[in-house]
């Protein structure tokens, strides 16, 4: 049984969660698919999940009301630039040209300003920090660690030099 029919049996079964899993799993081992795009768009609809929706098809080829309300949605949520937006689709739907997809996904990507930023991967998004950075938490984290040590050493070093004082004194 192939993956695909693994995911219309669990559609039949109610279990939507795992044909949605199932889909992204073979999105990201087969690579594009614009017919598994518009199946993962529809059963996320179906989950009465607009903005997972909007995601998948807005490089698939469906067309619709459905289709583009859901991408509206999912554009309006994540915001930001199209580097950013394009940070958000699944790996699997970078493609190396425009002409690679569907008139409608290719017409909607130019229509948003995308199609830069989908050709080359969403490489402009900044993920983590630059090699040797560091973020605002951990350098708070080091000064918190470097300041408990200090007291610690501290308290040990007082009592210490107290019993060293006693023991020299006979107290």
């Known amino acids: 049984m192939s993956a695909l029919d693994r995911v219309k049996t669990d559609i039949e079964r109610g279990d939507f969660g795992m044909a949605r899993i199932r889909l992204m799993s073979y999105l990201d081992t087969q690579g594009y698919d614009p017919e598994v795009l518009n199946r993962l768009g ?18 698939s080829s469906a067309r619709g009301e459905d289709v583009d309300a859901a991408i509206s949605v999912f554009l309006d949520r ?34 948003f300003g995308l199609q830069e930023a989908i ?48 023991l020299l004194t006979g107290d």
């Open 42 to 59: 529809q059963l996320c609809l179906d989950m009465h999940d607009p903005f997972e929706a909007g995601r998948f098809w807005l490089a």
């Open 78 to 111: 994540v915001g930001g630039g199209p580097w950013h937006v394009v940070s958000q689709l699944p790996r699997g739907v970078r493609l190396a040209s425009l002409e690679s997809y569907p008139d409608a996904a290719a017409d909607r990507l130019r229509q």
């Open 119 to 166: 050709l080359l991967g969403g490489k402009g998004v900044r993920t983590k920090p630059p090699s040797g950075g560091t973020t605002r938490s951990g350098t708070v984290a080091g000064i918190a660690f470097v300041t408990v040590g200090l007291a610690i050493f501290c308290a040990g070093l007082w009592s210490t030099a107290s019993w060293l004082l006693r």
